[in-house]
Nanobody, 126 residues
Framework: QVQLAESGGGLVQAGGSLRLSCAAS???????????TGWFRQAPGKEREFVCG????????VYADSVKGRFTISRDNAKKTVYLQMNSLKPEDTAVYYC????????????????WGQGTQVTVSS
């Protein structure tokens, strides 16, 4: 069992920055470093979409085209925490952001993730 808790959301003006955190509690025989963690987001009236992901070892990252160059995902396995640094935010980044975990490599398909947090709201005003 892996429990995830997001934090760091809020209201920010366009062009601003936010850093989200995803803290994990792992109650399996697998170490946290074995779990890929992804960030997804869901805007009102839209499907949930993949934002980015990082492999458990931290040596591989994948980003959606819409956030490349603006968002950076990182992790601290000692703290069992994954971060999402979001810069140059745009109103279209407004969404509930979720972190999710799976044992294995990064995948953009949310159906492949077994564990989910409750989400944190990010609102970008124009």
């Amino acid at each position: 069992q892996v429990q995830l808790a997001e934090s760091g959301g809020g209201l920010v003006q366009a062009g601003g920055s936010l850093r989200l955190s995803c803290a994990a509690s792992v109650r399996t025989s697998n170490p946290f470093s074995g779990y890929t963690t992804g960030w997804f987001r869901q805007a009102p009236g839209k499907e949930r979409e993949f934002v980015c992901g990082i492999r458990g070892s931290g040596d591989s990252t994948v980003y959606a085209d819409s956030v490349k160059g603006r968002f950076t995902i990182s992790r601290d396995n000692a703290k069992k925490t994954v971060y999402l640094q979001m810069n140059s935010l745009k109103p279209e980044d407004t969404a509930v952001y979720y972190c999710a975990a799976r044992y294995g490599n990064v995948r953009s398909d949310e159906r492949l993730y077994d564990y989910w947090g409750q989400g944190t709201q990010v609102t970008v005003s124009s």
